[in-house]
């Protein structure tokens, strides 16, 4: 398989212990499976990997733009607890833009890796006043909630939103921080998973984001 095994809550290797993957900071750790690049056969491998659970991306897909990275998190198929896809290319405001999408169940900590937070899950912020927007998973809008980066270890560019969809966190993850006004009420997320013969058209390769 081309993916390899880390830890889904910071870049610290992780060893097979027993039954169980164990990771020297966090303890007993279900696994990140990630390509060392995106390609489609990585990608096939991702799939089989993240069996019955959703990988969700913008769709379509711009032009010029690819998927650039993604991971699953979990020990075998049908026991996924998260999912990421980045998709990467340009807007005429921004120059390059990297958009990282996470779905996970409650207390992964992917998402907060990627978003650079303090905790594993979004926190007392989402649900307080209104969403800052909303987006279409399939036909249900989501809304999101904008999360405070303010008392991140780590000093770089970006806008975070998440919300809750199907029972799990929902995280948007978008560099630099001014690529979030791209975001409106047309804007769709899709299960690429599920989309079969189309996913011979997705482009896949390039820099992946560091995260």
Not at 28 to 35: I, K, N, T, Y
Not at 101 to 130: C, F, K, Q, Y
Request: with cysteine; glycine share 12%; proline share 12%.
């Amino acid at each position: 398989m081309s993916l390899t095994p880390g830890c889904p809550r910071c870049a610290t290797p992780i060893a097979r212990a027993g039954d169980a993957w164990s990771c020297p900071g966090h303890g007993e750790v279900p696994a990140l499976w990630r390509p060392p690049e995106a390609s489609y056969d990585a990608f096939a491998d991702h799939l089989r990997a993240s069996a019955g659970f959703p990988t969700l991306a913008p769709w379509p897909l711009g032009p010029g733009w690819s998927v650039t990275d993604f991971a699953a998190v979990g020990d075998e198929p049908r026991s996924t607890r998260a999912t990421m896809t980045c998709t990467s290319g340009t807007s005429e405001l921004d120059g390059p833009v990297d958009l990282i999408v996470v779905s996970e169940e409650p207390g992964t900590g992917l998402g907060a890796r990627i978003a650079g937070t303090v905790h594993d899950d979004p926190g007392v912020e989402i649900s307080e006043g209104p969403p800052m927007l909303k987006v279409r998973l399939g036909n249900q809008p989501v809304p999101l909630w904008a999360v405070s980066t303010s008392g991140a270890s780590r000093e770089w560019d970006r806008s975070v939103l998440a919300g809750e969809a199907a029972g799990r966190w929902l995280w948007l993850v978008l560099r630099p921080a001014s690529a979030v006004l791209m975001l409106g009420e047309d804007w769709i997320l899709r299960d690429i998973s599920a989309m079969g013969p189309q996913l011979l058209d997705t482009p896949f390769g390039g820099p992946a984001p560091p995260w």
